[in-house]
């Protein structure tokens, strides 16, 4: 087939790109939208989170049934939700297996993140990792740590006991090299402890929620366009890594790379593409998280032009025009994943609150 007339999906599958949903409901296992986007879209691999889980579980009665059975046996709580979630990653793995066996490990995971009420916990972030590992029984399901500074030891501690990591929530390079350098410090520990080295992590890069912060105090000209700069810089600094003499000697020893992940590449602007982030993050070796909407959109109407420099192109002059435009990226940086830990709490405990509510209801009922 001419690469013409590929869809746009499978040009960046193509391309060295893994294309995962970010979004997961017992609809889409039950009715084989799921199995369409893997057989029709390239679809590899799947993330979630609190807020994905609070709709899902909100909104209609998939989960009723099983609500009603899991609190009527006892279950409560956390404990309730970790079961329901995990009762459909379950699902969502053996899908994607095909997958991990042909990309030998590489491709075909599934996320599920510990309690964002750990963000400022290490060691309770290192027990839930584990706990859910153990509980998934499924060897393509990441459990997500957020790269907090309190996250970071736990993502250490996770990959030195064998628990694949997807690091989440990360919005700048120095972030980015942070839980990079946890995973490789939890590999190295690994082979000194003459323990295997290959286990899998990705670190996720937040990219649209810089564009949200800044809309209103930036140039019309320069809308848009910071998150794709900080692909850009972060983008670069992964190159990088993956030719430095550390990773090389870990490489050699067996050790997977800690594949870079787009995620937040939903466009918030109705005025921008809503296929913007997406063209712009084509980059080999590393993967795109998008929701359905923007998946759907890049497979029926998205161009794949040029590939991201592996120097980041322009991001370093764009980023000096923020510099003048007043925005300090650093701060923002900080700021940004703050927020995004309380934004997953609030989830999350709306979540808890919904489970608690519907257990009540069904239960009398």
Known sequence: MPETDMKPTQQLHQLGQSLWLDNITRDMLDDGSLRRYIDELSVTGLTSNPTIFNAAIGEGHAYDDDIRKKARAGAAGEDLFVELALDDLRRATDLFRPAFKASRQLDGWVSMEVSPLLA?????????AHDIHEKAQRPNLYVKIPGTPEGVPAIEESIYA????????LFSREQ???????????IERRLQAGLDPRVSSVASLFVSRWDVAVKDKVPEELRNRLGVAIGGRVYKAYRELLVSKRWQALAEAG???QRLLWAST????PKAADTLYV???AAPD??????DKTLLALADHGEVGSVMPADGGDAEAVLARFAD??????ALAKQLQEEGAASFVKSWQQLLQRIADKSAQLAGA
Do not use: F
């Open 162 to 169: 064998g628990v694949p990591i997807n690091v989440t929530l």
């Open 255 to 257: 050790a997977h790379p």
């Open 176 to 186: 980015y090299i942070a839980a990079a350098e946890a995973y490789m410090r939890g």
């Open 120 to 128: 400022q916990d290490t060691e309770g972030s290192i027990r839930a």
């Open 286 to 291: 590393t993967i795109d998280t998008m929701p």
């Open 325 to 330: 435009a007043g925005i300090d990226i650093a």
């Open 279 to 281: 063209e712009a993050l």
């Open 266 to 269: 939903g466009t918030k602007d």
